[in-house]
């Protein structure tokens, strides 16, 4: 073997070496942030597990104390908690803090779901129980798995997210079937009209799809459907509830 043939045989195992030490590297780290995921759920499960019956409220970071939805949100949110309901909010600004602020001088607890970003995302002083999460998905989780009903203020692209989440999971019976309550008819009558027009008019959703949801203008009627709705279907889960929810 020449000396060229050599040198290069000897740069491709210093190569192969660099990249299965590189590989080596990177399953360590995957390994390390699929172990903090499980750190979260089980983080979450601990605090999260005597909190029932709660009500998740979402909605934007970005309303402001003197706009008529926080007022109505931190209502809402003092009526359930008065009622025995927990309220869980994203934890931050906004209609979170509002929620939080509702129910934290009500008589049930505060929860907060805090998430880390880069920007909007503060946590607020009105929790009681308050879970920090650095990936979506393991936050959306505890906001499905400890819920009894969802209440969808006014918000931007996460709230919207969190709303077709949440139908997608029951729609599909990933997750158990609870009252879901879109607040303000001004802001999501539209949205809805869209949804029977285009996705039930070309059959890409069922008809029963749009019973999922009740829009509304009065927090004393999300209160009352939410105890109408468990006192035909009770507050406890089913053994086959609670296996749904091991699903998720």
């Known amino acids: 073997m020449n000396q060229h043939a050599k040198e290069k045989l000897q740069t491709l195992s210093e190569t192969h070496l660099m990249d299965l030490e590189r590989a080596s590297l990177i399953k360590a780290r995957e390994s390390w942030h699929i172990l903090g995921i499980m750190s979260e759920f089980v ?37 359930l908690s008065n009622a025995g309901f927990s309220v869980i909010s994203g934890g931050g600004p906004g209609i979170m803090e509002a929620a939080n602020k509702g129910a934290f001088q009500g008589k049930s607890p505060s929860v907060g779901l805090n998430i880390l970003l880069p920007h909007e995302q503060t946590g607020n002083p009105y929790q009681n129980v308050s879970v920090n999460f650095r990936h979506f998905f393991s936050r959306k989780v505890a906001f499905v798995k400890y819920a009894t009903a969802y209440v969808v203020m006014p918000g931007g692209m996460g709230t919207l997210d969190e709303l077709f989440e949440s139908l997608t999971l029951i729609q599909t019976g990933k997750a158990k079937k609870m009252p879901i309550f879109l607040y303000g008819t001004e802001f999501w009558t539209g949205l809805w009209t869209w949804i029977e027009a285009q996705l039930l008019s070309n059959k890409l959703i069922a008809a029963e799809d749009l019973n999922l949801v009740k829009i509304t203008d009065d927090p004393q009627f999300i209160v009352d459907s939410i105890f109408d709705f468990y006192q035909a279907h009770g507050f406890e889960p089913t053994d086959a509830e609670h296996l749904q929810m091991m699903q998720l």
């Not at 909190?51 to 970005?62: D, K, M, Q, T």
């Open 43 to 79: 983080d979450a499960a601990e605090q999260l597990a005597n909190i029932r019956p709660a009500v998740s409220i979402f909605g934007s970071a970005r309303t402001q104390p003197d706009e008529p939805y926080y007022k109505k949100t931190e209502e809402l949110a003092n009526m």
